[in-house]
């Protein structure tokens, strides 16, 4: 592999990996705020600020939903998982094992990017007239669960090129749940 093309692939696995550490990252910060248990243990503190934590509840749903789809979508003149598949493949540094594994977590991958893909284009990248970011998420049948899931898939996936590429990986361990509960413990 040439210099530019390590260079190619380098900026690829960060963005990736960046991508992946903001969907899971937002993700804490929202589950906090929506959760049954915890909303009712800080729905207090949420109702003296409403204006901030309604725009930070939305905030954290477009950053995750919009950090998600970029992981997975299929543009050549992106940052993506397929484009650096491709990479990789054109400068033999994958092995089949890796590989097949990728193949198999992006068919994983792929239902709920589907239903993604449905929540971005309806509300937040274009807005559907009549779609709100209720109707669509229950329009794509997205869970919260399900956007977990594939973010738990976002970080194999990268780990796993990651690991074909140079043999590093990322270790995914902040989290935001810590932080988030503090500060609403501070409001209450």
Request: avoid cysteine.
């Amino acid at each position: 592999m040439d210099a530019n093309d390590r260079h190619e692939v380098a900026l690829n696995v960060a963005e990736l990996a960046e991508a992946v550490r903001l969907a899971s990252l937002n993700f804490d910060v929202w589950w906090v705020y929506t959760a049954k248990d915890s909303r009712n243990q800080y729905i207090g503190a949420m109702n003296k600020y409403p204006t901030f934590f309604r725009m930070s509840i939305h905030a954290h749903v477009v950053a995750i939903v919009i950090a998600l789809y970029r992981i997975f979508e299929t543009r050549k003149d992106t940052y993506n998982v397929r484009r650096l598949v491709a990479l990789l493949e054109e400068n033999h540094v994958i092995a089949e094992p890796e590989r097949a594994k990728v193949n198999q977590l992006l068919r994983e991958a792929q239902p709920p990017w589907r239903k993604i893909t449905i929540v971005r284009s309806d509300v937040f990248a274009h807005r559907k007239k009549g779609s709100t970011v209720e109707q669509s998420f229950k329009k794509a049948h997205l869970s919260p669960n399900e956007m977990r899931h594939l973010i738990e898939l976002s970080k194999d996936i990268v780990n796993t090129l990651s690991h074909a590429f140079d043999r590093s990986s990322f270790a995914f361990n902040l989290n935001a749940e810590g932080d988030t509960k503090r500060m609403l413990d501070a409001l209450r």
